[in-house]
């Protein structure tokens, strides 16, 4: 079996998968492990495994009962894993596009968010919540959106954005193995992407230095950090030197790592797929200029997506999304202040 083509039950160093295998290598671990886990979404038994295949081969393994299929209502899906959360089992909840998070947003921020704070403890909520943005692959509108900022705005849920194959299957882990609600967002154009992936912990919370520089930070998550490290190493010769720092992990927030990171290099850019106003880049920029500010050569830049729906033509759609040529552009804009 290869390492894209089901589910694979070692938990062995597997040199290069990609994202979508390493994902489903972490649930059907998780399956084998505790029969506690659940999984429940729409369309996500076979033959099919979801619409992305992330599930494939699981509901084969594990029957109808662990792996089940929904009616198409994101509230029923929400609802009824807060409901199993509560009664003792970790369910893993699919809401098939971050878009239509709306439609759920009253259980997972209204129920699942504030039950355990609400009974003094006395009433965790071990949910899962996984979703996918299209961004990127010509879905249209309604079905391509960055809504983290929604998420982070709530206490008492963990919000989750891996950009690599290990860094996924070690955050999904480390949702699972957590008593309080947690939304892993996977963006859909990085489910192909490979990488290798090892059985490395990642922990909630901690951030990482995926290249270390010393003239400016760029901070970021999910499938831009590809983006900025590609730009840094096209930089390498003669440009600024980049130090790229991935979130994976924005709630809670490695606060440390991102001041450390921005006392050293003294300029940041926060970079995101969701638009600019109102994104979680501006907590951060925030964060950083009341901690920094009067160590700070330049002012705390914020990169990400025009203030616009994202357009279905590919074209305009790749000039609304916040790629190679923007981030450049960005990157040499912050680099010129300070001298």
Not at 4 to 33: F, H, K, M, N, Y
Not at 58 to 73: A, E, F, H, N
Not at 87 to 96: D, H, T, W
Not at 282 to 304: C, K, N, T
């Amino acid at each position: 079996m290869t390492p894209d083509s089901g589910p694979a039950r070692s938990t062995a160093a597997a040199g290069e998968v990609s994202v979508r295998a390493a994902i489903t290598r972490a649930l059907d671990e998780a399956l084998a492990a505790d029969d506690r886990v659940v999984l429940l979404g729409e369309d996500i038994a076979d033959p099919g495994g979801g619409v992305f295949g992330v599930t494939k081969g699981l509901s084969t393994t594990y029957g109808p009962d662990r792996v089940r299929d929904t009616p198409i209502s994101e509230q029923v899906i929400v609802g009824a894993a807060v409901g199993a959360a509560l009664a003792g089992l970790r369910p893993v909840a699919e809401i098939m596009f971050m878009d239509f998070l709306g439609l759920c947003l009253d259980q997972l921020a209204n129920h699942a968010a504030k039950l355990r704070y609400m009974s003094g403890g006395r009433t965790p909520v071990p949910l899962v919540l996984r979703t996918a943005v299209g961004g990127g692959l010509q879905v249209g509108a309604q079905h391509s959106q960055m809504l983290e900022a929604w998420l982070t705005h709530v206490p008492g849920l963990k919000v989750v954005v891996p950009s690599t194959p290990t860094d996924a299957r070690g955050l999904l882990h480390a949702c699972l193995a957590d008593d309080d609600p947690c939304v892993f967002i996977e963006q859909v154009p990085l489910l192909s992407r490979r990488g290798l992936l090892d059985d490395a912990p990642v922990p909630l919370g901690r951030a990482e230095v995926k290249r270390r520089g010393t003239d400016l930070t760029v901070v970021t998550y999910g499938r831009q950090v590809h983006d900025v490290l590609a730009v840094a190493q096209s930089l390498a010769a003669d440009g600024p030197d980049v130090e790229v720092l991935d979130l994976r992990c924005l709630a809670p927030l490695d606060l440390e790592a991102v001041l450390a990171s921005v006392a050293k290099t003294r300029r940041c850019l926060i970079l995101h797929e969701a638009v600019v106003t109102g994104g979680f880049g501006a907590e951060l920029a925030a964060l950083i200029s009341e901690a920094l500010f009067g160590d700070l050569l330049a002012p705390v830049l914020r990169l990400g997506a025009v203030e616009a729906p994202l357009p279905y033509a590919q074209n305009l759609e790749r000039l609304a999304l916040p790629g190679r040529e923007r981030l450049l552009s960005a990157i040499s804009r912050l680099a010129s202040f300070g001298g």
